[in-house]
């Protein structure tokens, strides 16, 4: 017998009493496409001329509309336990095999589908919200609250603008002798406003790792929290079953189907059966911004990312006849869910997005029934400003070092995390040259201890791993930067660094860099050593251009007007 340990991302096959990694190969290499065409045949589907946008609606409101990134996420991890649990009993189809997980995904699909026991882990669990943490966000909570009063009473009759933000995106960069804390989605749009408009500031805080920034750009914000507690209590409404057409039951008759397995009975355990719960608590956020943006009195609405819960305040303030406005978050690709709902009816986005560059408005025409000429401006990314004063009259050049200067950019979902820092990690536990490195983990990224096991595991030297360097002062530092596929790719293609993406099977150029030539990508130790031994290639500037359209320190000021003038 053969026992799997599956425990969270990692994953050993315990034969004779050894324990070692399992073999990542054993996955099909296109197995991110597989996944991807699943759940485009599971979104194309229609029984009695019922599509997935119409499976469950209120009062005519397309509802999966704003749950498509939950239920796109979930999907596609359910459907990758699936396809591992299979390629595990392929592997070892000549053996007697047993399961050790706590995760009830893989303990279903193992004795359900492939009959395969299973055994729990003992593991100890941490309590990691600490005291210091509830007192603070207490205070977060209470101090929202008297922001919502004081706003209430200010007497002005300038414009009011409500943005909705979020606290992972404050980022800190210095120019010249100053230090300046800034919020990286809105650049300059956010501070210019509160200047000249009533701004009315939202925001979401993502983890409690980056409770530590919330103020780091004022203190007059209503946390996300807040309108929860409004939402559940003081604009709590009942549902009227006269305007709920629910057609759930109507996903038994999917075609469910891969490898021959139907997953219906696998996906409707752990999301099916939850979809109305889900569906429901947007109509009560869709309701419930209605009233709370009739209470502000709010005139324009501006935010960054287009689904989930910004989708409900876009479509509360469109259902209004408030002006609505979105800026590019980050990388749009056919993966971005924030985009690509299933729907003809634009009300569900803002009346205009601001995009980086020509290929993401093409990209959003050209894949979408909503996006077009008329409410798709290319204006470049607000985030350059800051860039732009920073390298003004700068030289760029680096300091002479005879260590190789290495800026890796982490992402903050676990399995990708673990795999690329697995990779780059043990690559350079063999590589002959001298370096240094710079871990700069991603605004989300909570992933500490792993990091800090790996550095001790591959004996990593001259490391740094910081969540609030300055990304660009990190660029410039850097002789090549290296992510699976961070926007800080092209930003380091904007300061002439050469980057590398590494490619993995889950997670392969999603951000298309290799393809349009921005960086070079590299799919095993091998091809990583050697671009880490030859950092001398050519970027595509052509591809900068129609991507960042211009870097002339005006971003903001092109939304402001635009914002201005509506």
Known sequence: MIKILINKNEIYVIKNGEKKAIDKNILDFNINEKIDNFINKFESQEINSIGIKDIYTYDGIEVYNFARGTIY??????????????AIVKTYSNEEIKILTNDLAYKYIAEETFNISCEKLVENVENRNSKGNKFKKIIRIVNGFLYLVMYKLRKTKKDNILFMTHCSDINSIKIEDRNI????????VLSTFKKEKNVFRIQYLNNDSVLEKSN????????????????????????????????????????????????YNFLNEFLFSSLKDIFDSYIYEIYSYKKFLKLLRIDKIICTDEADRARCLIFSGNKLNIPTYAIQHGIISEASVSYFIPSD??????????????????????????YDGNNTLVVGQ???????????NLNLENSKSEKIKILYATQYIESLAKEATEFLFSTLSSFEKEYEIIVKLHPSDT?????????????????????????????MWSDVVVSAH????????????PSICLLLKNYWDQGNFVKNNISRGAKNKDELLNLLNDLKWEINYKYIKRNFYKIDGLVSERIKKIINND
Request: aromatic share 14%; proline share 1%.
């Open 486 to 497: 961070s926007t800080v790719n092209l930003e380091a293609a904007i300061l002439n660094k």
């Open 216 to 263: 780091n750009i004022g203190r007059d914000l209503f946390p996300f929290e807040n309108f929860i507690i409004l939402k559940k209590t003081l604009y709590k409404i009942k549902l009227d079953n006269n305007k709920i057409n629910d057609k759930l039951y109507l996903l038994k008759d999917f075609d469910l189907y891969i490898h021959g397995y139907n997953l």
């Open 345 to 370: 009816a634009k009300v569900y986005i803002p009346k205009k997005t601001f995009v980086w560059g020509e290929e993401f408005k093409e990209k959003l025409i050209k894949g979408t029934k909503v």
């Open 181 to 188: 804390n800034y919020d990286c989605q809105f650049g300059e």
């Open 382 to 392: 607000t985030r350059t400003d800051y860039l732009y004063k920073k390298i003004h």
């Open 447 to 475: 992933l500490f201890e792993m990091y800090d096991e790996m550095v001790k595991r591959y004996n990593i030297k001259n490391i740094k791993i910081s969540k609030n360097i300055d990304i660009y002062d990190a660029i």
């Open 73 to 86: 996420n979930k999907v596609s991890d359910l459907i990758y336990k699936f396809l591992l649990i299979e």
